[in-house]
């Protein structure tokens, strides 16, 4: 078991950025990928970024490329997601995840999310 608290989430402007951040209770280590994933209202839930254990290999969706980034620190039990020139579209509930295989599958530890909205 372990539990993933999210923070850093908040409104912000559009061009704006945020730097969310997922504290996991125990060491991520033996979790091969964290992720985050968001969920806007009337629409699924979707993988957003993703990285495996040694930080070294990453996904990210199309449509954040250039604008988002995802680490981890696993000295600091700590995951990341640098957000930068947010659009509205990015407006959302951001949850992260923890995962031995991939995260979203059904292995997946989830935090409560953070809500993270684009407006002026």
């Known amino acids: 078991q372990v539990q993933l608290v999210e923070s850093g989430g908040g409104l912000v402007q559009p061009g704006g950025s945020l730097r969310l951040s997922c504290a996991a209770s125990r060491s991520i280590f033996s979790f091969n990928a964290m992720g985050w994933f968001r969920q806007a209202p009337g629409k699924e839930r979707e993988m957003v970024a993703a990285i495996q254990r040694s930080g070294g290999n990453t996904y990210h969706r199309d449509s954040v490329k250039g604008r988002f980034t995802i680490s981890r620190d696993n000295a600091k039990y700590t995951v990341y997601l640098q957000m930068n020139n947010l659009k509205p579209e990015d407006t959302a509930v951001y949850y992260c995840?923890?995962?031995?295989?991939?995260?979203?599958?059904?292995?997946?530890?989830w935090g409560q999310g953070t809500q993270v909205t684009v407006s002026s």
């Open positions: 995840a923890a995962s031995r295989t991939w995260p979203g599958r059904d292995d997946t530890y």
